[in-house]
């Protein structure tokens, strides 16, 4: 007897509290964790869905969507945060919002030890580099939480960041 896996409800209320904020322009470099987000913001001929080769690519985007008047997030994997440290000054000291939606690795169940120290510094990192950060551990709570960053990163012109548990996306298992 085969398994299917249970289908994954959060990405789907990840886009709807995009679509929500009013979020027009999504940049993310590709990810399996957001593959499903990136299909749905693709499909919606009310949004930009922008594939990127680097995450800095994405907070000098959305700056220059934000000084367009489109609002816009990032999407991006744990791994990027070190890619974007420099471009994070941009909306610190000018006072943009920026959005971010981060799927984590290097934390549980983690198979790749290439993705254990960002994994476990992204948090201290973003926080160093100002940015505000909200975690979800559970899907229940994932589409409230993407809500409530896109209002303070909008209404306060401050960067965010949603931080995805690895839990979310599911364990790999590489050792069958």
């Known amino acids: 007897m085969k398994i299917e896996p249970t289908p994954r409800l959060w990405p789907g209320e990840i886009f709807q509290a995009l679509k929500r904020s009013d979020v027009r322009q999504v940049a993310y470099v590709p990810d399996a964790g957001h593959v499903e987000l990136i299909a749905s913001c693709e499909a919606d001929p009310g949004m930009s869905a922008v594939s990127l080769t ?17 609002r816009g997030a990032l999407l991006m994997q744990s791994s ?27 934390e549980w169940g983690e198979f790749n030890p290439w993705q254990l120290p960002m994994g476990q510094n992204a ?4 926080q160093d580099m100002g940015v505000y950060i909200h975690r979800a551990n559970h899907a229940e709570e994932v589409g409230q939480i993407v809500y409530a960053a896109a209002q303070l990163a909008f209404s306060s012109n401050c960067a965010v960041a949603v931080l995805l548990s690895q839990r979310l996306l599911g364990f790999k298992d590489w050792s069958k």
């Open 80 to 106: 990027g945060v070190g890619n974007c440290i420099n471009m994070l000054s941009v909306p610190l000291h000018c006072r943009m919002p920026l959005l971010m939606i981060v799927t984590m690795r290097g």
């Open 54 to 70: 680097t995450e800095e690519e994405g907070v000098a985007m959305l700056a220059g969507a934000w000084l367009g008047g489109d």
């Open 123 to 126: 948090e201290r990192v973003l």
